[in-house]
Structure formats: structure tokens, C-alpha cells
């Protein structure tokens, strides 16, 4: 039976494991999802292409992790005044804000709706969404990165599933081999091994008891 849709809102963000958490939700809720996937994108980025779209119906929100600030391509002074007009607030306190909490400026929940990430990066939030308290996790992402591959991993699969992650890590293997044997299409090994990868992620994420 088809579920009905009651609502429908529009997300901007740039990495898989964001994509994958939204598509459960979507097919765990009565949203209807509208995404604009930005790969590879900065926070400045998402929240520039989240200011175009917030003229539209219903909500926008901007997806992104609070590492982005210690990057070199943040938020910049023009930026931060289309979102100060667009929520009609003070560009001041915008630019002083950590990125975790600019949200909290956005007292009337005008778009684009910023969703920071946080400890550091979508990994942390899943985690503590898994019901790992903030104190808890470690800060640095890469090790959060680790805390979710290690509790995802713990996730059953069917059979079937079983089988598709076993031919996934045969041609992993595969893969890695080519690449030590082949420096210069390295680059071109390293992006095969990396979505076969996200394709694995994908699997443990939609798995029944997730």
C-alpha cells in the first residue's frame, strides 16, 4: 500500500552517510524529500544554494557539519548577509555565532533552516541519535567515523544482503590489487574501492534492525 505523503520539504547537503540517513527517514515518515545533493560542497556552498531555493513552499534546510568551520572555505561576509536579510536579523550576530548555533538566531524559523552536524560531523550526530551522549563521543572525526563503522557493522543483514556485501568486499580486494599494480590509474581504483564502499554503508544503514 502506498504511504500518503503529508508533507514535503527541501534539503541541501553534500556527503553519502547524510543522503542515506535522509532516504530512511523518507521512507520511515510521511515526508515527501526533496534533496539537492552537493558534492563535495562547504558550508558556504550549502548555504548559498539553500538561500536560492527558499523562496519555494514549505521548508529548506541547510545540511552540514559543524567541522566546516575550521576549514578554509567558510562562511563568507556576503553570505552571511543574504541569510541575516533572509531571517531578518542582525548580520552582526551571524557573523559571530558558532556555526553550531547560528540556527538559534533564526527566532521566526524563516529558510533556509541550518542543521549543524555536531560533535563535528554527521557521524557524531548519528551517534548521539543511536542515544551515545555528546560528553561521551570522542571529538575528532575521524574516530567518530570509526564509532559509527563499529556499531553499524554489529547491524543484521538478510541472507541476500550477506551475500551482495561479500561480492562487494571480493571486488574490493580486486580493486586494491589493480591499484598496487597500476600507479597511474590509481585515482581511478581509489574511486571504485570508495563506492563500493558507500555502497556497504548504504546496506548496514537500511538493515532491519538499525
Not at 558534492?39 to 513552499?57: L, N, Q, Y
Not at 556576503?78 to 551571524?94: G, Q
Not at 570522542?138 to 544482503?161: A, G, H, P, V, W
Request: glycine content about 4%; aromatic content about 10%.
Amino acid at each position: 500500500m502506498r504511504k500518503e505523503r503529508s508533507d514535503s520539504i527541501w534539503v541541501v547537503y553534500e556527503g553519502y552517510s547524510e543522503g542515506y540517513m535522509l532516504k530512511y527517514f523518507e521512507e520511515n515518515s510521511k515526508v515527501k524529500l526533496n534533496s539537492r545533493f552537493c558534492s563535495g560542497g562547504t558550508a558556504e556552498s550549502i548555504v548559498i544554494t539553500a538561500i536560492k531555493h527558499s523562496d519555494r513552499d514549505g521548508k529548506i534546510y541547510a545540511f552540514f557539519d559543524e567541522d566546516f568551520e575550521q576549514k578554509a572555505a567558510r562562511i563568507t561576509n556576503e553570505t552571511f548577509k543574504s541569510l541575516a536579510k533572509r531571517w531578518e536579523v542582525n548580520v552582526a550576530d551571524l557573523k559571530k555565532c558558532p556555526y553550531k548555533n547560528l540556527q538559534n538566531q533564526n527566532v521566526n524559523n524563516r529558510n533556509p533552516i541550518l542543521v549543524v552536524s555536531n560533535p563535528n560531523s554527521i557521524d557524531g550526530l548519528i551517534l548521539r541519535m543511536l542515544g551515545m551522549s555528546h560528553e561521551s563521543l570522542n571529538k575528532k572525526t575521524e574516530q567518530l567515523k570509526k564509532d559509527l563503522d563499529s556499531f553499524i557493522n554489529r547491524c543484521e543483514l538478510t541472507e541476500k544482503d550477506i551475500e551482495e556485501v561479500h561480492r562487494i568486499d571480493e571486488k574490493i580486494t580486486k580493486y586494491k590489487l589493480q591499484r598496487d599494480n597500476s600507479i597511474e590509474n590509481e585515482i581511478y581504483f581509489k574511486s571504485k574501492i570508495e563506492d563500493c564502499d558507500r555502497k556497504k554503508s548504504r546496506m548496514f544503514f537500511a538493515a532491519p534492525n538499525a
